[in-house]
């Protein structure tokens, strides 16, 4: 495995970001942090951990949008050894560039004071991130005051995970189906499966996988979270029937349960809902198809009415 990871490495170091892009155009590349706002630049002076990268001039980034699913600050597995060690080789002494949400009053900074950033090496345009996921030492876990650039995160993870690179090899953390969730309760997971049934009590909506809501896997939209969904023309009571990817923290209550508070956790696997059970050789052909929510323009235009989020 280390020779492969050594392997990917390599050959991820010798790609401009503009790789990124996937048609060779002779006009300039889009610029894929276009969503983000630039902030300093820095010399990274030491990476604590896989997530946090200490700055000369005393700032302190914390890499949003990764999950490292063995990693524990007191006994790191191994995937999160090897990730410490190719962000201490790769960017130990290397200016940086900082892009953070655009949102000035949430998103910026974490509870310890860690500015929460994007970050990219200067002298190549590797962006961070997109490295480690793209090697399968990380998973994608997008947050709801930084959702930015999950379309191509998950790309690259999908990438990742086709290869079964890194992690990606290990069935300890592959998706999970609704009926394994049960077992990874207390712990974030990728679950992928179709919505058997849709409800909502107490303006909370349910997105039932099973056909007993009391012990099977739900997804849970609090009242605001629906409302947040509307504004972006997104309808989650049209979703029975659909195929889906949810990412998050596996609680219970009445079964495994976990709760969306941000569109980006959700990847739609087909266009359009199915009332009946696809056979796997469709299903197959329709998780090809995969829409990122959040990520698209609102279906409602200046001046449509939208839907009534308080029913």
């Known amino acids: 495995m280390r020779k492969i990871l050594l392997t990917s490495i390599f050959m991820l170091l010798m790609a401009p970001a503009a790789a ?14 276009a969503a983000l706002e630039q902030g300093s630049d820095g010399k990274v002076e030491q990476v604590i951990d896989p997530l946090t990268v200490k700055l000369r001039d005393g700032r302190i980034i ?13 006994k790191p597995g191994p995937f999160s050894v090897t990730a410490l060690n190719v962000l201490r080789d790769f960017l130990k002494n290397q ?31 590797i962006w961070v991130q997109g490295m480690m996921i ?17 379309a191509e995160m998950y790309r690259l993870e999908q990438a990742a995970r086709s290869e079964k690179v890194g992690i990606w ?6 998706i999970s189906s609704p009926e394994g969730a049960a077992a990874r309760v207390g712990s974030f997971q990728i679950v992928e499966g179709r919505v058997k049934s849709v409800g909502m009590r107490n303006n909370t909506t349910y997105l039932n996988f099973g056909n007993n809501w009391k012990k099977d896997f739900t997804v849970v ?16 009571m049209d979703w029975n029937g659909q195929a889906m990817r949810v990412r998050g923290w596996v609680g219970f209550f009445n079964g495994p349960v976990i709760d969306i508070d941000h569109p980006e956790a959700i990847e739609l696997l087909d266009k359009e809902p199915q009332e009946k059970e696809e056979s796997p050789e469709k299903e197959s052909q329709t998780k090809a198809s995969t829409k990122i929510l959040g990520q698209e323009k609102p279906v409602f235009t200046k001046g449509d009415a939208l839907p009534d989020a308080n029913r």
Do not use: W
Not at 62 to 74: R, W
Not at 169 to 174: G, M, N, R
């Open 20 to 33: 990124l892009c996937a048609d060779n155009k002779t006009e300039a590349e889009p610029n894929i942090f």
């Open 62 to 74: 914390h890499l949003t949008g990764l999950d490292y699913p063995d990693y524990d600050p007191y």
């Open 95 to 125: 200016i940086v560039k900082i892009s953070r949400t655009k949102g000035s009053k949430t998103g910026r900074i974490t509870r310890m004071g860690h500015e929460i950033a994007h970050v990219t090496r200067a002298g190549d345009d």
């Open 134 to 150: 793209g090697l399968g030492l990380a998973r994608v876990r997008t947050e709801k005051d930084n959702p930015e650039m999950s």
């Open 169 to 174: 090899e290990l069935s300890a953390y592959a």
């Open 221 to 236: 939209l609090s009242a605001q979270s629906r409302r947040d969904f509307l504004k972006l023309g997104i309808n989650p």
